[in-house]
C-alpha cells in the first residue's frame, strides 16, 4: 500500500505539479488548499507526511503545523514547509512551530523528493524498530512488539515513580523532544544551551533506561509522560 503524502498550498499550480510528480514516483496524494482544511485532512487521513505552504488563507503553515503537533497522535508526522521566505528569522519560526525541514521556493522537484524519501525512511525505522504504531495516527498499521518486556510491562508504581524523579527542566526537555527539536531549538525555547541540553537527555535516557531518543519518545508516549 503505497505511503500517503497530505500537500497544502492555495496555488493550484503548485499543488498540481508536485503531486502529479510524486503520484509518478509511487506515493498516493492528497492536497488541500489552506490550513484549516489541511487539518481536518490531517485527522480524517492519517498521511504518512506533509508538505504545506506557509502563506494561505484561513491559516497559515506555521499555525497549522502547531496545530499539529499539539496533537499526540501527529507529534512525529513527517513535516516540509515550502515558501519563498528565506530570511533567517522566518525559518527559525518555521523550525519553532514542529516543521522537519525548511525548503524555500523555488526548488526541484526532484530535490524535494529526496527530502520525502529521508523523512519517509527515518519515520519507517521509528515505526518498525521501535514499536512507534499508535492507531490514532498510522490508520491500518498494527501495533508492534515492544523491543523492552520490562517497559511495556511497566507499573502505575514504576510509573510515579519515575515522574517523581524528573526535574521541572527535564518534563519540559521531554515535551519538546516529543516534537522531534533538536539540542539547539530546544535550547533556543528553553534559554539553554545545546551542551546543557544534551545533559539533560542524557539523565532522561538513564532515568526511563531507554538507548536513545526515538525509544525515550516512544517511551514517554506509550506511559503518559508527557502529554
Same mark, same amino acid.
Given at each position: 500500500?503505497?505511503?500517503?503524502?497530505?500537500?497544502?498550498?492555495?496555488? %493550484?499550480?503548485?499543488?498540481?505539479?508536485? $503531486?502529479?510528480? %510524486?503520484?509518478?514516483?509511487?506515493?498516493?496524494?492528497? +492536497?488541500?488548499?489552506?490550513?484549516?482544511?489541511?487539518?481536518?485532512?490531517?485527522?480524517?487521513?492519517?498521511?504518512?507526511?506533509?508538505?504545506?505552504?506557509?502563506?494561505?488563507?484561513?491559516?497559515?503553515?506555521?499555525?497549522?503545523?502547531?496545530?499539529?503537533?499539539?496533537? $499526540?497522535?501527529?507529534?512525529?508526522?513527517?513535516?516540509?514547509?515550502?515558501?519563498?521566505? +528565506?530570511?533567517?528569522?522566518?525559518?527559525?519560526?518555521?523550525?519553532?512551530?514542529?516543521?522537519?525541514?525548511?525548503?524555500?521556493?523555488?526548488?526541484?522537484?526532484?530535490?524535494?523528493?529526496?527530502?520525502?524519501?529521508?523523512?519517509?525512511?527515518?519515520?519507517?525505522?521509528?515505526?518498525?524498530?521501535?514499536?512507534?504504531?499508535?492507531?490514532?495516527?498510522?490508520? +491500518?498499521?498494527?501495533?508492534? #512488539?515492544?523491543?523492552?518486556?520490562?517497559?511495556?510491562?511497566?507499573?502505575?508504581?514504576? #510509573?510515579?515513580?519515575?515522574?517523581?524523579?524528573?526535574?521541572?527542566?527535564?518534563?519540559?526537555?521531554?515535551?519538546?523532544?516529543?516534537?522531534?527539536?533538536?539540542?539547539?531549538?530546544?535550547?533556543?525555547?528553553?534559554?539553554? $544551551?545545546?551542551?546543557?541540553?544534551?545533559?539533560?537527555?542524557?539523565?532522561?535516557?538513564? #532515568?526511563?533506561?531507554?538507548?536513545?531518543?526515538?525509544?525515550?519518545?516512544?517511551?514517554?508516549?506509550?506511559?503518559?509522560?508527557?502529554?
Amino acid at each position: 500500500m503505497p505511503l500517503t503524502i497530505l500537500i497544502v498550498d492555495d496555488d %493550484l499550480g503548485t499543488r498540481l505539479s508536485i $503531486s502529479d510528480y %510524486l503520484e509518478l514516483s509511487g506515493y498516493s496524494v492528497i +492536497t488541500a488548499d489552506d490550513g484549516q482544511q489541511a487539518l481536518a485532512m490531517v485527522e480524517e487521513y492519517h498521511p504518512d507526511l506533509m508538505v504545506t505552504d506557509i502563506i494561505m488563507p484561513r491559516m497559515n503553515g506555521y499555525d497549522l503545523v502547531r496545530r499539529v503537533r499539539q496533537q $499526540s497522535g501527529f507529534r512525529l508526522l513527517p513535516v516540509i514547509l515550502l515558501t519563498a521566505r +528565506t530570511k533567517t528569522q522566518e525559518r527559525i519560526l518555521g523550525y519553532q512551530s514542529g516543521c522537519d525541514l525548511y525548503l524555500p521556493k523555488p526548488f526541484e522537484l526532484e530535490e524535494l523528493a529526496a527530502a520525502i524519501r529521508n523523512l519517509l525512511e527515518r519515520s519507517q525505522i521509528i515505526q518498525s524498530e521501535y514499536g512507534f504504531s499508535h492507531p490514532e495516527n498510522l490508520g +491500518t498499521h498494527t501495533p508492534t #512488539k515492544s523491543l523492552d518486556t520490562h517497559h511495556s510491562e511497566l507499573t502505575d508504581i514504576q #510509573k510515579s515513580h519515575i515522574l517523581f524523579e524528573l526535574t521541572p527542566r527535564e518534563q519540559e526537555v521531554l515535551e519538546l523532544l516529543t516534537y522531534g527539536l533538536s539540542n539547539a531549538e530546544m535550547g533556543q525555547q528553553l534559554h539553554l $544551551s545545546p551542551r546543557t541540553i544534551e545533559k539533560y537527555v542524557s539523565s532522561l535516557l538513564r #532515568k526511563t533506561e531507554t538507548s536513545n531518543r526515538a525509544e525515550l519518545v516512544r517511551f514517554a508516549i506509550k506511559h503518559g509522560l508527557v502529554e
